[in-house]
């Protein structure tokens, strides 16, 4: 467990690194809302179709193991700034960035932005559109921290609820918020970036394997047999191979 200095007011991103070969680029992962890179991740990426990769698996700022500040606003954009300054910080160019559900939708503003930074992008059932936010939509955010962040634990589920009880109850409300009417729709960014792009997908889940615009770009969507949104989880060796099957064939972009 490390950390790294991002701002604002001296914050503090976690991180969980595994050593791994230097003639190859780093894995970066981003955890959804409400959850923890290292809880999701560490048991695909330890499988051995990704043995031997040096692995980085940050926490946004509010949650997991990172500082909870309360001046951030908590916004995709937000998370991918403070990812970009984490990785400018650990000398990483060139990384192959797996980013599931809200992390997806940071990673793809992160290869926006930053592509020096990301060399091939993996999205887990990414989050790309606005949807309906009904766990926070009834709140204040004073009222949420009062009470509505307990009573949305007990509804979760166990699974959910493990890391989601370890952010910060104002990180949640206001990165649900951000994932709701007023989140920049991505679609058309997710098409337009230049590096190699990959989709995983659940067979429970099934949204993306037939749209045709990924296919019209390029853009190969993986199964993961017997899983659905948390499919690291559900089935983390078939995440770990579809990790594999993306970026097998696709040279890892020089850094830069």
Known sequence: MKHVEVG???????????????DLPPLVYLHGLGSSSAVYFAGSAADPSLAGRRV????????????????????????AETAARALDLLGVRGADVIGHSMGGGVAVLLAE???????????????????????????????????????????VGLTWAATMRLASPVAMYRSEHALGATMPVLDDVLLALPMPRAIIEGDQSGWLHDDPQLRAAGIDVHVVTGAGHTLMLDNPAGFAQAVARA?????????R
């Open 8 to 22: 604002p007011d001296g914050a503090h991103l976690g991180y969980v690194e595994i050593d791994g070969r230097a």
């Open 56 to 79: 980085l698996m940050l926490d946004f700022l509010g949650f997991g193991i990172s500082d909870r500040p309360a001046s951030f606003g908590y916004t995709l954009s937000e998370h």
């Open 113 to 155: 932005r930053r592509p020096d930074l990301v060399g091939r992008l993996v999205l887990a059932e990414p989050s790309l559109r606005p949807s309906p936010r009904p766990r926070v939509e009834p709140y204040t955010e004073q009222s949420y921290v009062d009470g509505g962040f307990a009573t949305v634990l007990d509804e």
């Open 247 to 255: 970026l097998d064939g696709v040279a890892p972009v020089p850094a």
